[in-house]
DNA sequence: CTGTTAGCGCGTTCAC
DNA sequence: GTGAACGCGCTAACAG
């Protein structure tokens, strides 16, 4: 049993160092007013006995845990394991933990787990929500301090998001230039706001080009989901598909390459997110790049200020940088 | 404010419902030795105030908190995060939450991250922790109960793990097959104890083959190290080449593919551990598929073991199965 | 400057 | 069956 073994108790060193409860506490929490020699006396003793304050007891009487709760709707998901992974480091360097929670794209579980974790920690960041508009509103006031990433915000509640509009409305504008007039769209969870946000740019693409039809197909998120959405696709008669994300772009891809449609000369494909492995398909995956572990950084930098009492800005957006690679090109004909 | 405003406290329903504490907190522990038309007093009073007993106050008391602490050396390798996700939804499908620390390959933070990381949960999970042998055999002692993932168990401390010197040596196998004789490995994290196994299975393979070379390079543990080793590899004169992981070996296929060196003829490329998008490289690799959210699962059901006062399994060990795709195949010469 | 006291919110003996 | 009292381990008022 090393120094550092954490069963002592702040009894144990006032005991060993002579002094009481209070001394030792001031000391461990730096206090000044406290006679150097005596400080020094509790200081060996804490650190004989291996001393380190229980987290618990200090959670409970100081009202905030230095923890903060992560909701994201699937772990499995590259986009969110990057903006946990930034919001991990960032909350890191401030000295904070983070208590995770998957929902596994179930939104009644969703509601669920965000009050649970909350009530164990001092705030909560809910990545790209999937519950109904209604059930966040009454969910946001009970779990406040909150952050919201990639949702739109409310009053009293920040968030970050990518701005997901300019970036499909950028890629459309890219293909339409290429030629293509007749689009596919693979739709993604029905309920998260970037579909709704995508499906506004598809919009302002139909606006902006009397010409241009954009059919839109229910797909799903992952791989798979892309893969089995291929004959849909091809019964529109487009020359260019806007997957919902990465994952089902490439599940497309995929299963095109696996039919012998060439893209991008019989097809083009361009997926959404960046993810680090859009670039190792062949061909590399057009897309645009959401800096995913960014938002997850700006979605702790919030947090903080919210946790400090200061007002964060009420949304942080980045529009994603659109990369044209080769699974887009001039359609054949 | 919801009812599920989590303000009130045990005496508000307390007095709310004319009763003392103790019967709120029997009522809401299911103990049955209360009066049933009390006990619906209480719980009435409980959901009209949106009553919920504070977990903090409650871990306090109890001694556990419902929670565990997983320590990942990267939050962006895809294996850990694998890892992670499996392991996660095994500990919420229990009621347990789950604390995450990222230690960013760094070895002394490690240790930090797990002492205090463990504090504040009622068990640990160190994946493939990088710190040496002695320091890990001492931290064990403070952190217990700790399960290990892909590091040698040692007395007291279960452990699951993919046996990555069986696999590698597979692998080696199947290319010495093909006629490969000169081979390059790709070494990751020297501290890894998945890396010491991978040597291991170098050594098997020179000792079953008199007529094999196998140089060892040091790598890394990602893309760009990868792509960097490209030069190394080439002087080396190898036919085939062992990634690390398939992280690696993505980054040696792309800088070959870039330099115009055919895979496989000029070159075989092999990674390790199968992540999602190893079947989508061009050409597709070959590598061993790691069941990492497998493994996360069985290091969460080990630790559940412990925390019930078990005794789970000392080591559980899961084979990688060998995928063989595009990216090997037999020397050109 | 230091020790004593009173909670933080809850579970649990222990008497009634 | 029920309530009063104690303690989990700690911090922060309050005296001295």
Redesign the pocket.
């Known amino acids: 049993m090393g120094p550092s073994s954490p069963k002592s108790?702040?009894?144990d060193v006032a005991r060993h160092a002579?002094?009481?409860?209070?001394?030792?506490?001031?000391v461990?929490?730096g206090n000044?007013?406290?006679?150097p020699v005596?400080?020094e006396r509790v200081r060996s003793a804490a650190s004989e006995l291996g001393?380190?304050?229980?987290p618990?007891?200090?959670s409970?009487?100081?009202?905030r845990t230095q923890t903060i709760a992560v909701v994201v709707p699937d772990l499995g998901n590259p986009t969110f394991q990057a903006i946990l992974r930034g919001l991990s480091r960032a909350a890191a360097a401030d000295g904070y933990h983070v208590l995770i929670a998957d929902s596994v794209e179930d939104d009644a579980e969703e509601a669920v787990l965000a009050v649970e974790t909350r009530r164990r920690t001092d705030g909560l960041i809910l990545c790209a929500p999937r519950m109904p508009e209604h059930r966040l509103e009454t969910l946001l006031a009970d779990v406040a301090p909150v952050v919201l990433v990639n949702r739109a915000p409310r009053a009293g509640t920040p968030a970050v998001a990518a701005d997901y509009r300019s970036a499909l409305r950028e890629i459309i504008e890219h293909l339409h230039g290429l030629g293509h007039r007749r689009f596919a769209y693979l739709s993604g969870s029905p309920r998260s706001a970037s579909n709704a946000a995508r499906l506004a740019a598809l919009e302002d693409a139909r606006a902006a080009h009397r010409d241009t039809a954009i059919v839109e197909l229910d797909g799903g998120v992952d791989f798979d989901a892309g893969a089995a959405a291929l004959d849909a696709v091809l019964e529109t008669g487009a020359t260019a598909v806007l997957g919902f994300n990465d994952l089902v772009a490439m599940g497309l891809l995929s299963a095109a390459g696996e039919r012998g449609i060439r893209v991008p000369e019989d097809l083009s494909i361009a997926g959404f997110d960046d993810i680090p492995f859009a670039r190792f398909t062949s061909p590399p995956l057009t897309t645009a790049a959401v800096p995913a572990a960014e938002l997850g950084a700006r979605a702790w930098a919030a947090m903080h200020e919210l946790l400090e009492g200061r007002d964060p800005e009420p949304l942080q957006t980045f529009t994603p940088e659109i990369v044209l690679r080769g699974s887009t090109g001039a359609p054949a004909s």
Chains 1, 2 share one sequence.
């Open positions: 108790t702040i009894t002579g002094v009481s409860l209070s001394t030792v506490s001031r461990m929490n000044p007013t406290v006679d005596m400080a001393y380190t304050a229980n618990l007891a200090r409970l009487v100081l009202g």
